[in-house]
């Protein structure tokens, strides 16, 4: 069985990052709840929120490893454009 203390899975305050985006825990980030008027934001646990933003990864493997016929990496040169410099 597994306990949690509502207080200790109580997201911090929201710091902001950009006028329509704050962060809440590190590398997680989120559009403002003010903005979010018509469909407000729920309200999660920090355990909730990490469970999700974890699960991300494995959902963009199985989608890669099903619908992709390659994956392309950013950053990494043309083999069809020529070198700028």
Same mark, same amino acid.
């Given at each position: 069985m597994?306990?949690?203390?509502?207080?200790?899975?109580t997201p911090p305050p929201p710091r902001r990052i950009t006028d329509t985006v704050v962060e809440r825990l590190e590398h997680q980030y989120e559009v403002d709840p003010d903005l979010m008027q018509i469909t407000p934001q729920q309200d999660m646990p920090v355990w909730d929120s990490r469970r999700i933003f974890d699960a991300r990864w494995d959902h963009l493997d199985w989608?890669? $490893?099903?619908? $992709?016929?390659?994956v392309l990496l950013a950053g990494e040169e043309s083999e069809t454009m020529e070198d700028p410099s």
């Open positions: 597994s306990v949690w203390r509502l207080g200790e899975q989608m890669h $490893a099903h619908f $992709a016929d390659e």
